[in-house]
């Protein structure tokens, strides 16, 4: 599997300097494990800045090519030896998400952090059930203290063919697609994509005829949702 939709280049330097709120960094965690392509940007990015940072002479910002090649050089030793440490602490994560799925859908093996989240947080798997805000539409709402920054963090399930009601984005939205499929303005979206969404966005999600398609989404803001119906179904979203 090769994600074609990945977050902006802003979203993986927020997640990269710890900034993202936590329900965004959990997605974008979940991007990362399926996806070589942003893995990779984040890692170039964290080893460039923190060695320019690092070793960059005190007495100026200035640097030969000499300097900057033999910097380049040991970055990517670095690299190397990160990729041998992170090999052995896959062996400790795959032991830590070994525990029964709590949800009610089979996640991919790369989502185990949402997994995990239920389990952190003492969610038995009794109490996870789907909620329907509308035909075709339900949700399972993720709830802590830990996500006051966000509006909302949600797993929704659009049932084939179903059309979300159009929206536009009083803030961000980060979409995650766990299971299936959905096209809209800006193109099909496919498992392990993820959406990365302006106030500038207006659209109109479709799931594809095949099967469910499941996501996770983050908002940091009310939608806008075009229609008076959709308006007044707004509470009942949570989005």
């Known amino acids: 599997m090769m994600p074609k939709h990945h977050p902006d280049?802003?979203?993986?330097?927020?997640?990269?300097?710890g900034s993202l709120p936590l329900g965004a960094h959990l997605l974008v965690e979940c991007h990362l494990a399926c996806c070589e392509h942003c893995r990779q940007r984040v890692t170039e990015g964290d080893a460039l800045g923190g060695a320019?940072?690092?070793?960059?002479?005190?007495?100026?910002?200035s640097m030969?090519?000499?300097?900057?090649?033999?910097?380049?050089?040991?970055?990517?030793?670095?690299?190397?030896?990160?990729?041998?440490?992170?090999?052995?602490?896959?062996?400790?994560?795959?032991?830590?998400?070994?525990?029964?799925?709590?949800?009610p859908f089979d996640l991919p093996d790369w989502a185990e952090p949402i997994k995990q989240w239920f389990h952190d947080n003492q969610i038995d798997a009794d109490s996870v059930q789907w909620q329907k805000v509308a035909p075709g539409i339900s949700q399972i709402k993720l709830e802590s203290a830990s996500f006051h920054r966000e509006k909302a963090v949600r797993?929704?399930?659009?049932?084939?063919?179903?059309?979300?009601?159009?929206?536009g984005h009083t803030g961000g939205e980060l979409t995650l697609i766990l299971q299936g499929?959905?096209?809209?303005?800006?193109?099909?979206?496919?498992?392990?994509?993820v959406a990365d969404l302006d106030p500038s966005i207006k659209h109109q999600p479709i799931a594809d005829r095949d099967q469910d398609c499941i996501c996770f989404i983050v908002t940091d803001a009310p939608l806008r949702f075009e229609g008076w119906i959709p308006k007044l179904m707004q509470p009942f979203f949570g989005l």
């Open 52 to 61: 320019l940072l690092e070793r960059l002479p005190g007495a100026g910002m």
């Open 155 to 167: 797993l929704l399930k659009i049932a084939p063919g179903t059309c979300m009601p159009t929206h």
């Open 181 to 193: 499929s959905y096209s809209d303005e800006a193109g099909r979206f496919c498992i392990g994509d």
């Open 64 to 103: 030969d090519k000499q300097a900057i090649l033999t910097l380049l050089d040991q970055i990517e030793s670095d690299q190397a030896q990160a990729g041998l440490v992170r090999s052995e602490k896959q062996g400790a994560l795959d032991s830590r998400w070994s525990a029964k799925n709590p949800l």
């Open 9 to 17: 280049d802003a979203t993986l330097m927020s997640y990269s300097a």
